[in-house]
């Protein structure tokens, strides 16, 4: 730079340079280098514009770093330097990604008093922040705002409502917004579908969660495992186990990978249709496609052969439970005492009580006194067993909570 140039002229001058050296690093996703520089700057005695601002404050957003974003802001808005859209709507989304709705709303509601209009950027974040929150009518209120200032919402606005209804199990208003998505020309996308069939799997919905599960078709969109997963749960709520089997099906010819959650609702619809034998074929293709099966895979499992009177099946898929890692719960035992309506059975279910007492699942006295009264009515000589199972598991276990 030549010698005598005015100082005011240098600091402006070299300021581009700057803001393309942050706008480099936020779309690198290197926030922390972003804010360094902008610091810089100011120890250079550059002035940072709203480019620059703008910039590191998205950089912020990105690196889901909301404290940061807002002080940015703040400091802009202090230096007096002209805001714009951009920077309000990521200090926006940056407060949705952290969890704050609420400063997201007040930096939404505080725009018109910076003389900025939100754009459909700045809703979309608002409703985000809602639905994350779990405001589902707040962000309801913000969809309909968007009309009333002419704007037209899009999928990330429509989808994080669409969400926000789903959290909340109100099907209704999830579908009313999908239908109004095609009458507003904004094609759904799979992110939405997916959580209106998640809506209707929650309210029990299952006809209208597999209509929308076929629907991703004529949109030309493939279903996910997700999609799946909430269609298969539908089914297994509404005991629609032959539905639910067809889905699982469909999901290896359609190439999708089922996990944990459409191995367990599968499993759980056959059990409530009394299908062990196709809740044990599930469960040998979990272990086959590599996914580990949960206790709800195998709670599942042992209440079916339970109530098809299966009790040394049930043995062998508690054994088996262990060896796998997973920790039975409360559930497993109460299945377990199931056995003292399964006549001389509850020798059964004394022995699988005992298998549990290196587990960290403690039976409730009730449940103890219910084993032994079994026993009992079997003319069988039965011990104290809440003292017999605090023996069993040590110490540690005596005045516990598990006997109250």
């Known amino acids: 730079m030549a010698v005598g140039t005015p100082l005011s002229f240098r600091r402006y001058d070299i300021c581009p340079g700057f803001s393309a050296a942050i706008s480099a690093c936020e779309k690198s996703g290197r926030w922390e280098e972003a804010l360094v520089l902008l610091s810089e700057a100011q120890s250079a005695e550059v002035v940072p514009d709203v480019v620059c601002f703008s910039a590191a404050i998205s950089a912020a957003e990105k690196g889901g770093q909301w404290q940061q974003a807002l002080q940015l802001l703040s400091n802009m808005l ?117 959580a209106g069939i998640s809506a209707c799997e929650k309210g029990s919905r299952w006809e209208m969660a597999l209509q929308l599960l076929w629907s991703m078709a004529t949109e030309s969109l493939l279903p996910n495992t997700v999609s799946f997963s909430a269609a298969i749960s539908a089914c297994e709520k509404s005991g629609d186990w032959q539905t639910a089997l067809l889905l699982l099906t469909q999901m290896s010819s359609k190439q999708v990978r089922p996990n944990e959650v459409s191995f367990s609702a599968g499993i759980s619809a056959c059990e409530k249709g009394d299908q062990w034998q196709m809740a044990l074929t599930i469960l040998s293709e979990m272990a086959t496609s590599g996914t580990s099966p949960n206790v709800f895979c195998f709670n599942a499992c042992i209440s079916a052969s339970e109530r098809g009177g299966l009790w040394q099946l049930a043995l062998l898929l508690l054994a088996q439970m262990f060896t796998s890692g997973v920790v039975p719960d409360q559930i497993i035992l109460d299945t377990l005492l199931a056995a003292r309506d399964k006549g001389a059975q509850w020798e059964m279910a004394f022995l699988l009580f005992g298998a549990l ?39 540690s276990s005596r005045g516990a909570r598990a006997y109250t």
């Open 357 to 395: 007492a290196p587990a960290s699942v403690s039976p409730t006295r009730l449940q103890l006194s219910a084993l032994g009264g079994a026993g009992e009515k079997r003319g069988a000589a039965v011990p104290a067993l809440p003292a017999m199972w605090a023996r069993m598991k040590g110490p």
């Open 78 to 194: 202090q230096a007096r330097t002209a805001s714009n859209v951009i920077a309000v709507s990521a200090a926006i989304s940056a407060c949705e990604k952290g969890g704050q709705w609420q400063m997201a709303l007040q930096l939404l509601t505080g725009m018109s008093t910076l003389e900025l209009q939100a754009n459909e950027v700045s809703f979309s974040a608002g409703i985000s922040a809602c639905e994350k929150a779990g405001r589902w009518q707040m962000a309801l209120a913000l969809l309909s705002r968007m009309a009333v200032v002419d704007l037209t919402p899009n999928k990330i606005s429509f989808s994080a409502a669409v969400s926000a209804c789903e959290k909340a199990g109100e099907w209704q208003q999830a579908l009313h917004l999908l239908s109004k998505m095609s009458s507003s020309s904004v094609l759904p996308d799979r992110i939405s579908i997916n």
